[in-house]
């Protein structure tokens, strides 16, 4: 797409914003960064259908070796307190260890923003791990906390889960009656058929790296930005279904780990910017020497709320690279930064995508 037709678009979407949402007093255009995209690690187990759990059952089960990932998030949806259990499975007739390497998980209640954030913070602190061993066809039940496992009606839970399995393993994701016990209720129990949503599945290569093709120079560049989850230029995972054979979509990346990598000519200011609506996670920066944590956003549970909907004009602009900075725009900062710093993020459960990440001169 040449200049002029850039420039045209820019100038379009920035007149129907001002049209359709006057109150805007001011806007920036930004221009999207170009970004090296890989994909590497190993698999992700991923349940999140049915997401509304009504009756007792297999949720989603697979069996994976080496490096993996379990992400799960489901709601009781019935009037009795239900527990909810991860079975590992040796499927080998040699000794197995499966050895967690880092993990999240929230308290199942019933606000769901509170349950992602707090699940993805635990995740990027990196200050839980375990270690389960199997005998030969052995299963045991994981819970490290069996609080953690129970459900009263309505209430979510959610977490996450890194580890390397030295030989394979299968695993269940099982919802079952409160008094059950879950290994003999298993021996019986029925795999739950999807909901509309889709949202399980195992999917290959379960980490993405985003590079930067050039450093960014905010007297050159301007305001710029990486934009994350949109399908487009940042596509989402296919995999399959492996109780039913169906291939699926991994709508919104729920799971795969970025790492975001930048270099910076001058001081340069970060921020996470929703597009898609509600938005409450967290991050883990790297900065030479430095590294921490930050919830986006910080101040408060949630945002992303305020950001008026894309009118046309304003999603074709984003879709030919030009975004729209204007006072209506909900920002979460992530520091300064010059020189080389990486972010690590992952799409929170609950939240909603796309993220742009903006780029911004320091003055």
Same mark, same amino acid.
């Given at each position: 797409?040449?200049?002029?037709?850039?420039?045209?678009?820019?100038?379009?979407?920035?007149?129907?914003? &001002?049209?359709?949402?006057?109150?805007?007093? #001011?806007?920036?255009?930004?221009?999207?960064?170009?970004?090296? #995209?890989?994909? =590497?690690?190993?698999?992700?187990?991923?349940?999140?259908?049915?997401?509304?759990?009504?009756?007792? &059952?297999?949720?989603?089960?697979?069996?994976?070796?080496?490096?993996?990932?379990?992400?799960?998030?489901?709601?009781? @949806?019935?009037?009795?307190?239900?527990?909810?259990?991860?079975?590992?499975?040796?499927?080998?007739?040699?000794?197995?260890?499966?050895?967690?390497?880092?993990?999240?998980?929230?308290?199942?209640?019933?606000?769901?923003?509170?349950?992602?954030?707090?699940?993805?913070?635990?995740?990027?602190?990196?200050?839980? #791990?375990?270690?389960?061993?199997?005998?030969?066809?052995?299963?045991?039940?994981?819970?490290?906390?069996?609080?953690?496992?129970?459900?009263?009606?309505?209430?979510?839970?959610? $977490?996450?889960?890194?580890?390397?399995?030295?030989?394979?393993?299968?695993?269940?994701?099982?919802?079952?009656?409160?008094?059950?016990?879950?290994?003999?209720?298993?021996?019986?129990?029925?795999?739950?058929?999807?909901?509309?949503?889709?949202?399980?599945?195992?999917?290959?290569?379960?980490?993405?790296?985003?590079?930067?093709?050039?450093?960014? @120079?905010?007297?050159? @560049?301007?305001?710029?930005?990486?934009?994350? $989850?949109?399908?487009?230029?940042?596509?989402?995972?296919?995999?399959?279904?492996?109780?039913? !054979?169906?291939?699926?979509?991994?709508?919104?990346?729920?799971?795969?780990?970025?790492?975001?990598?930048?270099?910076?000519?001058?001081?340069?200011?970060?921020?996470?910017?929703?597009? &898609?609506?509600?938005?409450?996670?967290?991050?883990?920066?790297?900065?030479?020497?430095?590294? !921490?944590?930050?919830?986006?956003?910080?101040?408060?549970?949630?945002? !992303? @709320?305020?950001?008026?909907?894309?009118?046309?004009?304003?999603?074709?602009?984003?879709?030919?690279?030009?975004?729209?900075?204007?006072?209506?725009?909900?920002?979460?900062?992530?520091?300064?930064?010059?020189?080389?710093?990486?972010?690590?993020? #992952?799409?929170?459960?609950? =939240?909603?995508?796309?993220?742009?990440?903006?780029?911004?001169?320091?003055?």
């Amino acid at each position: 797409m040449n200049f002029a037709k850039k420039f045209f678009t820019a100038i379009l979407a920035a007149v129907a914003f &001002g049209i359709f949402f006057p109150s805007a007093e #001011s806007s920036s255009v930004m221009h999207r960064l170009e970004v090296y #995209s890989t994909d =590497s690690g190993g698999t992700l187990i991923f349940s999140d259908s049915p997401e509304y759990v009504r009756r007792n &059952g297999i949720l989603y089960t697979d069996t994976v070796a080496g490096d993996a990932r379990i992400l799960f998030y489901h709601l009781n @949806d019935t009037n009795l307190r239900k527990r909810f259990a991860i079975i590992f499975e040796n499927t080998t007739n040699a000794p197995t260890v499966i050895n967690i390497t880092r993990g999240g998980l929230s308290l199942p209640n019933g606000n769901y923003f509170s349950v992602g954030k707090i699940a993805q913070t635990m995740y990027m602190e990196k200050n839980f #791990s375990d270690r389960i061993e199997l005998e030969a066809y052995e299963r045991k039940v994981y819970q490290p906390d069996s609080n953690y496992f129970l459900l009263q009606p309505k209430h979510l839970i959610h $977490g996450v889960c890194d580890f390397f399995s030295n030989n394979p393993v299968r695993i269940f994701l099982m919802m079952y009656p409160e008094t059950a016990d879950p290994l003999k209720f298993l021996n019986h129990a029925e795999i739950l058929p999807k909901d509309e949503s889709r949202l399980r599945g195992t999917f290959k290569q379960m980490n993405r790296t985003l590079t930067l093709k050039k450093p960014y @120079d905010g007297k050159r @560049d301007g305001l710029g930005y990486v934009l994350i $989850g949109d399908n487009i230029t940042d596509r989402f995972k296919r995999g399959i279904d492996a109780t039913d !054979g169906s291939e699926v979509i991994n709508y919104g990346n729920y799971g795969i780990n970025y790492t975001l990598n930048f270099r910076t000519k001058f001081l340069t200011r970060f921020y996470l910017c929703p597009l &898609g609506g509600h938005y409450a996670g967290a991050l883990r920066y790297k900065y030479y020497d430095k590294s !921490g944590v930050i919830q986006t956003p910080e101040e408060k549970l949630y945002f !992303g @709320d305020k950001t008026p909907p894309e009118n046309l004009a304003v999603a074709l602009a984003r879709s030919e690279g030009i975004a729209l900075l204007t006072n209506s725009t909900e920002l979460s900062e992530l520091g300064e930064y010059r020189g080389q710093v990486s972010f690590e993020f #992952s799409p929170p459960g609950a =939240s909603n995508l796309p993220v742009n990440i903006v780029l911004m001169p320091q003055n």
